[in-house]
Each structure stands twice: as C-alpha cells, then as structure tokens.
C-alpha cells in the first residue's frame, strides 16, 4: 500500500477532517473575526495538523496540508516492499550518490516517508539502507537530521535496537 504522502492533495485531502475556526491572540481584529484557521486530521491514521498564523484560510490550508505531509512522514509507516528498488523520485534526487532535496520541497515528505520506512524496517541500521538507497551512510545521516521529528524517531529506533545514538549533521 503507498504512504498516504504520496496522494495528491486532493485524494490527502479527501481522507481527512477539515475544520476552520478562529485563532485569539495578537493579529488584530481581522484575525479575531474571521474563520481562517485550519485544522486538517487524517482519518485513517488519527495524525492532525493544523494552521493559523496567515491571515487567509486558503494559505493556511496550503501550510497545514505541508504540516500534515511532514507528520505523516514521520509519524506513520507503511512496511517496505522487499526487493522493490528505491522510487523513480528517490533516483531523481539521488544522482551520483548525493542526496539532493531542500526541505520545503514539496517532494520532502515524501522522500523522508520512503527512509524512514526503510530504516525503521531495519531497527535503525544504515549500512543497508545507505547500499539500497545508493548514497553513503553520511548522506542519510544528513538527510534524516533536515528534520527534528525525523531524527528523533531514528534515534529511537536505533537506542531500542541496541545501536548507538548517532550525531546529527
């Protein structure tokens, strides 16, 4: 089954809960008056996002959905195909052994899902997921620690496996 970040946004959208609501705070009156907060839960998974700090609901439910995109990456995990070679996206931001991906790309969580899935497979060895994913162990320590939540779910993992706990780059 493929990790729900790699549904467009409107089938994402479709599993999830939206609410809109009214934020309190500074802002000005505009914020207190209209409904331009966004909260978004995914349905099948429970994982929740939310936004409130643009003063349009449409923007704020473009952040959301990226939130949610990111927490869905971290927090949910589909098991690995065995044998199934790394994603055609994945090759295309690999070339040469680099990982190359900023991330607020839109394609982040969805390269971040694929890693993760793997790794926490393997209970948080790299070496196999360095050859799978065809980049050295440095670059995937490096990628994993572009994101907070990310790198602390892969310390996790690699502390209840007995591992040591890597220094993020």
Known sequence: MPHPVTLPDELLLRDCETRTGRRRGPG?????????????VHRPTGIEAQASERREQLQNRRVALKRLRLALAVQHREV????????????????????????????????????????????????????????SVSQLVKFLGLNHSAWELFTRTRLAAGLPELQRR
């Open 80 to 135: 690995p195909t065995e044998d199934a070679p790394p994603s055609l996206l994945w090759q295309s931001r690999c070339p040469k052994g680099r990982i190359v991906i900023n991330p607020d790309h839109h394609d982040f969580p969805v390269l971040l899902a694929e890693v993760l899935d793997f790794v926490v497979d393997r209970r948080g060895h790299l070496d196999g997921a360095a050859s799978h994913f065809g980049c």
């Open 28 to 40: 000005g009156q505009h914020r207190n008056v209209t409904e331009s907060a966004v909260y978004l």
